[in-house]
T-cell receptor
Framework: KQEVTQIPAALSVPEGENLVLNCSFT??????LQWFRQDPGKGLTSLLLIQSSQREQTSGRLNASLDKSSGRSTLYIAASQPGDSATYLC??????????FGKGTKLSVKP | EPEVTQTPSHQVTQMGQEVILRCVPI?????FYWYRQILGQKVEFLVSFYNNEISEKSEIFDDQFSVERPDGSNFTLKIRSTKLEDSAMYFCASRDSNEKLFFGSGTQLSVL
């Protein structure tokens, strides 16, 4: 059964810092790996999706990597801004789109 | 930009009552989902729906739950007899052709 773990649970950084969020999963037979952003009381916004055959995806200041053999994914945020403050969720996906989520990393970027 | 819409945003009900949560997925998406998030816990998969039938469901999705696509636009989750532990934020999602999931803003269900 797939388990997804995210560390750290919370992170506070000053504005402008580059940072890395970590995600690990137990079953390497994932179909894809997705990163989401969740703002308080809101839904989830998809940030990046990495297919199982890919190693990384980039969108603007965000870069996500996937290493299936080690069961790890990282989300790299460059030049962080206060608007990046949110909870970031990692999810391992099956072929039908059923996602197994981690508990998230709550990021706070201080101006 | 197209989005998944959910109604109501908040629902309060008495234990044992039936509730129906409503969703309008993005129009050209083919896969639809319900997830839930109990306060302070992980987002959990409930059910996926494709081609007018359930394609996968989790252990949480027991006989008290059902889903339906009553017309060409709506997708509903029914909880037949609510329990206190059903209190959660319920999210609907749909999937595009690139397999990216788009989530609605959720329905906060409170069972008293």
């Amino acid at each position: 059964k797939q388990e997804v773990t995210q560390i750290p649970a919370a992170l506070s950084v000053p504005e402008g810092e580059n940072l890395v969020l970590n995600c690990s999963f137990t079953d390497s037979a994932i179909y894809n790996l997705q990163w989401f952003r969740q703002d308080p009381g809101k839904g989830l916004t998809s940030l990046l999706l990495i297919q199982s055959s890919q190693r990384e995806q980039t969108s603007g200041r965000l870069n996500a990597s996937l290493d299936k053999s080690s069961g790890r994914s990282t989300l790299y945020i460059a030049a962080s801004q206060p608007g990046d403050s949110a909870t970031y969720l990692c999810a391992g996906g099956g072929s039908q789109g059923n996602l197994i989520f981690g508990k998230g990393t709550k990021l706070s970027v201080k101006p | 930009e197209p989005e998944v819409t959910q109604t109501p945003s908040h629902q309060v009900t008495q234990m044992g009552q039936e509730v129906i949560l409503r969703c309008v997925p993005i129009s050209n998406h083919l896969y639809f989902y319900w997830y839930r998030q109990i306060l302070g816990q992980k987002v959990e998969f409930l059910v996926s729906f494709y081609n007018n039938e359930i394609s996968e469901k989790s252990e949480i999705f027991d006989d008290q739950f059902s889903v339906e696509r009553p017309d060409g636009s709506n997708f509903t989750l029914k909880i037949r007899s609510t329990k206190l532990e059903d209190s959660a934020m319920y999210f609907c999602a749909s999937r595009d052709s690139n397999e990216k999931l788009f989530f609605g803003s959720g329905t906060q269900l409170s069972v008293l």
